[in-house]
């Protein structure tokens, strides 16, 4: 599978909106941080994603970051983690059906 490693950070201005993102967000990926999430995401999955944000966002009060990693299998991110959780890439898992 053609997999990415994406970092996804947003600043969303509105309570709202930020609980939509965020609940869009844990169907995608690996919850960080308050507003950071970790995505292993195919080619079709990245646009879907990006799609899905964009309907969503105010686009004058709110910022999204896709931080493109690399193919997920090979990479190896230079990460500094500081406090209470260290940085690991995300393995990929079989998706049972």
């Known amino acids: 599978m053609d997999q990415r490693l994406y970092i996804v950070a947003y600043d969303i201005s509105d309570q709202k909106r930020w609980r939509r993102v965020f ?3 844990k169907g995608f990926g690996e919850w960080m941080q308050l507003s950071v999430f970790q995505c292993r995401l195919t080619p079709k999955q990245h646009a879907e994603l990006v799609a899905l944000l964009d309907g969503i966002i105010h686009h004058t009060e ?3 970051l896709l931080l493109d990693f690399g193919h997920a299998e090979n990479v190896s991110p230079r990460v ?3 406090g209470k959780t260290s940085f690991t890439p995300i393995e990929h898992e079989p998706v049972i059906v």
Do not use: G, T
């Open 80 to 82: 500094v983690s500081l």
């Open 62 to 64: 709110d910022h999204i």
């Open 23 to 25: 609940k869009l967000m």
